[in-house]
């Protein structure tokens, strides 16, 4: 059974920063790639970053420049460092991993609210 555990949501001014971690635990074998999405209220839910197993990186252009993608296999975790953080990333952020364990699947966190005021 997989798990992932996200942390690090909060109320943040805007032009803060906050920083998201995601802990995989269970039985993998292998990470594939992990990332972040998010979902605000009566949106659909979007790709915010992500990072594959060889440490390509894919961002959102609206978080472009402003959110930093880095993970550590070894803790099976993945971080998001959010900067210049704007009211329109209030939203649920969610880990997404892809991941081989006795088969390969994807695997959603809980989520974790990030409100970031003006």
């Known amino acids: 059974q997989v798990q992932l555990v996200e942390s690090g949501g909060g109320l943040v001014q805007a032009g803060g920063s906050l920083r998201l971690s995601c802990v995989a635990s269970g039985s993998i074998v292998r990470i594939n790639a992990m990332g972040w999405y998010r979902q605000a209220p009566g949106k659909e839910r979007e790709l915010v970053a992500s990072m594959d197993s060889g440490g390509m990186t894919k961002y959102a252009d609206s978080v472009q420049g402003r959110f930093t993608i880095s993970g550590d296999n070894a803790k099976k975790t993945v971080y998001l460092q959010m900067n210049r953080l704007k009211p329109e990333d209030t939203a649920v952020y969610y880990c997404?991993?892809?991941?081989?364990?006795?088969?390969?699947?994807?695997?959603w966190g809980q989520g974790t609210q990030v409100t970031v005021s003006s």
């Open positions: 997404n991993a892809d991941l081989k364990t006795t088969y390969n699947g994807r695997w």
